[in-house]
Structure formats: structure tokens, C-alpha cells
């Protein structure tokens, strides 16, 4: 099993930008990809970049390059940068996990994490 746990969410005022953290632990980590999808309310689960296990291929998600930023620290740790926040970016952020090749389709993520809140209010 994986475990992932998610932080650095929080209020942010529009144009504001959060850098989210997400650590993996439990099995090995060789070949374990992440990525980050988010869930707005009432809206379903949309993918927002992954990257590789070695961090050498990344993959974003339609209107997703610019704003967002997927990167890997050299352990257990993957990284979303958000930039100039919007009104359409209040959501939970979820980090999820998978062995092998990175892509955008939900399903193919077989661990994820608890979630941490995005929220942009002036």
C-alpha cells in the first residue's frame, strides 16, 4: 500500500498563488508515479498534471498548462504549484498515485489521498 497525505492548501486572495505538497509513504517508491486532480463543488473530479517517477515526463490537463506546475523533489515528494488564482480554481485538491506510465484518466490512479482545500475569496 501507498499512502499519500496533501498539505498547503488554504485561503488565498484572487491572484494569489500556494504551492501544495504532497508525501508519499509505505511501499517502494521505484516507478511510482503521482499526479494531482482537483474536485471543484458540485462538479466531478478533473485532471491537473502528473509527472513521472523520475520527474523526467510530465502531462497536464486541458487549460491546465500555465497556471499550474507539477514538480518532484528527489524522495517522496511531489509539488503543485498554483498560480494567479481564480474563481474557477476553489476545489479540493487530490494527490493520487500509480505504478507505471502517467496519464489523465482518473481511473487508472490506485492510491489517492485525503484532499486538501483550495479557497479564493477577497
Known amino acids: 500500500q501507498v499512502q499519500l497525505v496533501e498539505s498547503g492548501g488554504g485561503l488565498v486572495q484572487p491572484g494569489g498563488s500556494l504551492k501544495l505538497s504532497c508525501v508519499a509513504s509505505?511501499?517502494?517508491?521505484?516507478?511510482?508515479?503521482t499526479a494531482w486532480f482537483r474536485q471543484p463543488p458540485g462538479q466531478e473530479r478533473e485532471f491537473v498534471a502528473a509527472?513521472?517517477?523520475?520527474?523526467?515526463?510530465t502531462h497536464y490537463g486541458d487549460s491546465m498548462t500555465g497556471q499550474f506546475t507539477i514538480s518532484r523533489d528527489l524522495e517522496n515528494t511531489v509539488y503543485l504549484q498554483i498560480d494567479n488564482l481564480n474563481a474557477e480554481d476553489p476545489a479540493v485538491y487530490y494527490c493520487?498515485?500509480?505504478?507505471?506510465?502517467?496519464?489523465?484518466?482518473?481511473?487508472?490512479?490506485?492510491?489517492w489521498g485525503q484532499g486538501t482545500q483550495v479557497t479564493v475569496s477577497s
Open positions: 509527472i513521472s517517477w523520475g520527474g523526467g515526463a
Open positions: 493520487a498515485a500509480k505504478y507505471g506510465s502517467i496519464g489523465g484518466d482518473l481511473r487508472e490512479w490506485n492510491y
Open positions: 509505505g511501499r517502494t517508491f521505484n516507478n511510482l508515479a
